[in-house]
């Protein structure tokens, strides 16, 4: 293998705490737990409705924007355009796990270690900005106009690395997202994020037909000999 795929919404970030925290400032007075994971339910079914065609494509604040005023206006919460807006630029400096930075670094010095995730460009470099997170490279949704798990997203950031699938392996909590990238000739590896959810119940057994199963990222530079 030369090069690490990361998922970075739970796997790298702690998107739960740092939207939840946006949501007690920006709406206090309201649950910001529960609007924070009925925002976060409604991410893949709408990235699904993009990849079917039954939307145009559409960039993932774009998104976000839509179904965060969906939750709104279903929990009878007011905001205005300004609120919304700076809920949805949260996502880019919501917090890095504690090993996630070290343990990137740590992996680094033996292989090409990159972001691919469904955001944009913009976010995932202000994230990366705001934790240090040292990608070598960013393979962001804008790249080719598709989300995960659509077979372009994987083997677009293989081509973009000229390296075949099979020397790509793929890094996330979320088993879905591993069985997709390991259809298309990727190894995986699965990340235990127990907290992902913010103390809900999350399922963290991964597959036996991952390559690697990790506490951690540091865990996981560990099993790799890093």
């Given at each position: 293998?030369?090069?690490?795929?990361?998922?970075?919404?739970?796997?790298?970030?702690?998107?739960?705490?740092?939207?939840?925290?946006a949501?007690?400032?920006?709406?206090?007075g309201?649950?910001?737990?529960?609007?924070?994971?009925?925002?976060?339910?409604?991410?893949a079914?709408?990235?699904?409705r993009?990849?079917?065609?039954?939307?145009?494509?559409r960039?993932?604040?774009?998104?976000?924007?839509?179904?965060?005023?969906?939750?709104l206006?279903?929990?009878?919460?007011?905001a205005?355009?300004?609120?919304?807006?700076?809920?949805?630029?949260?996502?880019?400096?919501?917090?890095?796990?504690?090993?996630?930075?070290?343990?990137?670094?740590?992996?680094?010095?033996?292989?090409?270690v990159?972001?691919?995730?469904?955001?944009?460009?913009?976010?995932l470099?202000?994230?990366?900005?705001?934790?240090?997170?040292g990608?070598?490279?960013?393979?962001?949704s804008?790249?080719?106009?598709?989300?995960?798990?659509?077979?372009?997203?994987?083997?677009?950031?293989?081509?973009?690395?000229?390296?075949?699938?099979?020397?790509?392996?793929?890094?996330?909590?979320?088993?879905?997202?591993?069985?997709?990238?390991?259809?298309h000739?990727?190894?995986?590896?699965?990340?235990?994020?127990?907290?992902?959810?913010?103390?809900?119940?999350?399922?963290?057994?991964?597959?036996p037909?991952?390559?690697?199963?990790?506490?951690?990222?540091?865990?996981?530079?560990?099993?790799?000999?890093v």
């Amino acid at each position: 293998m030369r090069v690490l795929a990361f998922d970075t919404f739970g796997t790298v970030a702690d998107w739960f705490t740092g939207i939840r925290d946006a949501m007690a400032t920006e709406l206090p007075g309201h649950d910001a737990a529960a609007l924070t994971r009925e925002w976060r339910r409604r991410y893949a079914p709408i990235l699904a409705r993009v990849e079917s065609g039954e939307l145009p494509w559409r960039g993932l604040d774009d998104l976000q924007t839509e179904t965060l005023r969906g939750v709104l206006a279903e929990s009878g919460v007011a905001a205005d355009d300004a609120t919304v807006a700076r809920l949805v630029h949260a996502w880019r400096t919501i917090p890095g796990w504690p090993d996630s930075a070290p343990g990137l670094a740590r992996l680094r010095r033996r292989f090409t270690v990159c972001a691919l995730s469904n955001g944009s460009v913009a976010l995932l470099s202000e994230m990366a900005k705001h934790n240090d997170f040292g990608w070598d490279v960013i393979g962001a949704s804008n790249l080719w106009h598709h989300y995960k798990p659509a077979p372009e997203t994987y083997l677009g950031l293989a081509r973009l690395l000229e390296v075949e699938p099979a020397q790509v392996m793929m890094v996330a909590t979320h088993q879905s997202d591993l069985d997709a990238a390991r259809s298309h000739g990727l190894h995986t590896a699965f990340i235990e994020r127990p907290a992902e959810w913010g103390g809900d119940p999350k399922d963290d057994s991964g597959s036996p037909h991952n390559d690697f199963h990790a506490r951690d990222i540091e865990d996981l530079a560990t099993q790799l000999d890093v």
